[in-house]
Nanobody
Framework: QVQIVQSGGGLVQPGGSLRLSCVVS????????MGWYRQGPGKQRELVGT???????VYADSVKGRFAITRDSSKRTVYLQMNNLKPEDTAIYYC???????WGQGTQVTVSS
């Protein structure tokens, strides 16, 4: 069984930065492919980006060049670094273990002046 615990998030002004963390525990082999999703107010959940077992990452066009997904395998932690944040990035952000579909609890990110 896989468990995911998220941390980070909060309120930031436009142009600011935040880093979200996602710790993975449980019965997993190696370090698996992980994804970050978000759900804004009144919107459907959408993909932010993914990182593969080989550390290659892909991003949604809306965040490309501003967001970066990295990980520390020794800590079983995946990070979402968010730079140059915009009000439209306001959402609840979710980390997910792609193979099992396990989700973290979600973290609120609010971008506002």
């Amino acid at each position: 069984q896989v468990q995911i615990v998220q941390s980070g998030g909060g309120l930031v002004q436009p142009g600011g930065s935040l880093r979200l963390s996602c710790v993975v525990s449980g019965s997993i082999l190696g370090f698996p492919a992980m994804g970050w999703y978000r759900q804004g107010p009144g919107k459907q959940r959408e993909l932010v980006g993914t990182i593969s077992g080989g550390d290659s990452s892909v991003y949604a066009d809306s965040v490309k060049g501003r967001f970066a997904i990295t990980r520390d395998s020794s800590k079983r932690t995946v990070y979402l670094q968010m730079n140059n944040l915009k009000p439209e990035d306001t959402a609840i952000y979710y980390c997910t273990h792609l193979a099992t579909g396990t989700w973290g609890q979600g973290t609120q990110v609010t971008v506002s002046s």
